[in-house]
């Protein structure tokens, strides 16, 4: 596999249901080692099932030390990974970049 600097980008769609949810494990899956950004802006709530994926996804990469970003997540989003307790899990991988610091 040839190596690029662009990181891969999936944009979370409003409505994460088992369709969207299985592409982005499809996704995920095939680039494996390569730094990945999920735009998270137009996203909704993420359920468990979402969130589960995101937070196998965020760890497996932190143990393979190559990023993976959610970039501009909406405050659903985040009230969403906060409620299923995964806010400490996705601490480093939440990036506002739309966001005035």
Known sequence: ????????????????????VRELA??????????VTIDGTASGRVGAQAAQTLAVAVRCRAE????????????IVARSLETLGLAETFAD?????????
Do not use: W, Y
């Open 26 to 35: 499809e996704f995920l899956a095939v680039r494996r080692g390569v730094p």
């Open 64 to 75: 393979d030390a190559v990023p993976l970003k959610i970039v501009d997540p909406s405050g």
């Open 1 to 20: 596999m040839t190596q690029t600097s662009e990181p891969a980008v999936f944009t979370l769609s409003a409505t994460l249901n088992h369709d969207t």
């Open 93 to 101: 991988a939440l990036i506002h970049e739309g966001a005035a610091a």
